[in-house]
């Protein structure tokens, strides 16, 4: 079905490794796979920034939204009806945040079934620094699934098995700071929606850690590499949003200059009362204040 994409990323990858092994650098297919994912995030880079862009926009209409619920929580077609003339006021899609990843999809399906090609499958010293072989753990060589794995002692050996455990960390943890980055900074991004969203992305990137123990560490490596991108790409754009939400905070009242520091308040100086005058001209006279009248004691 997605041979059209499939074919083509294919002789992407095997003309890349092939030039950089004849370059003589080591972990050739490795780097591969890494340039390749450069190439896809710039290719994609518009709607990557669209998708942000859209998803930081309709968190700062949250708050309207939240008081529109509290308005019409009973009456869910009034709703529907006033979040739409809010979205439309605003110029907000509210489809526009999941728009381009339903468009890159059918490119990260192409990229894993380019990744089990046979003819990317054969190719040999696909090591990758602490990575015995880019193609396992669905190599022909290990157990199918996560029998290389489990049960205890790994089938294959803990100083073989050790380093392939460190790519679902990093893969999970990698994919929850670009995912909490996305998220509003402020009091008013939280609420049920705010919590429905982290945990969804809590189980999308145990279920991604999860594939990484079965597919070949290639499609893992690509995975970790788009992440760490996305990160970068994530942070020009909207900074640091919910990972440090202080620091969001201080960035944001910044550039609406809310942090203009406060004129000094001047005293104005008020004319002296009759009394203090007076004291002046009899200090002015005598050269010493006027003494007091002591009453006589009767």
């Known amino acids: ?16 490794n092939n030039t950089i092994q004849s370059l003589g650098i080591p972990y050739h297919f490795g780097w591969a796979i890494i340039i390749l994912t450069i190439i896809l995030k710039i290719i994609t880079l518009p709607l990557n920034l669209q998708q942000i862009r859209a998803i930081k926009a309709q968190q700062e209409l949250q708050p309207k939204l939240a008081e529109l619920q509290k308005k019409y929580g009973k009456d869910r077609e009034r709703l529907a009806q006033a979040q739409m003339e809010l979205y439309k006021e605003a110029g907000v899609n509210p489809l526009g945040g999941c728009l381009p990843l339903l468009i890159q999809l059918p490119i990260l399906w192409a990229l894993f079934g380019a990744l089990q090609h046979p003819s990317l499958a054969a190719i040999p010293n696909a090591s990758f620094f602490i990575l015995s072989d880019l193609h396992c753990p669905s190599c022909a060589d290990w157990p199918s699934g996560i029998g290389w794995l489990w049960p205890f002692p790994p089938a294959v050996g803990w100083n073989v098995a050790l380093p392939y455990l460190i790519l679902p960390v990093l893969l999970i943890g990698t994919q929850l700071i670009q995912q909490k980055m996305s998220m509003a900074s402020t009091p008013s991004g939280g609420g049920s929606q705010a919590q429905t969203m982290n945990t969804v992305s809590i189980v999308f990137a145990l279920l991604f850690g999860y594939y990484s123990l079965i597919f070949p560490a290639s499609l893992s490596l690509y995975y970790i590499v788009f992440n760490i991108f996305g990160i970068v790409q994530q942070y020009f754009v909207t900074g640091w949003g919910g990972l440090r939400p202080q620091a969001a905070a201080a960035t944001a009242s910044a550039a609406d200059g809310s942090s203009k520091p406060v004129a000094p308040v001047q005293v104005e100086a008020t004319e002296p009362s009759v009394a203090a005058k007076a004291v002046e001209r009899g200090v002015s006279k005598t050269g010493s204040a006027p003494k007091r009248s002591r009453r006589r004691r009767k």
């Open 1 to 16: 079905m997605l041979d059209f994409i499939i074919n083509p990323l294919v002789q992407l990858i095997l003309f890349l």
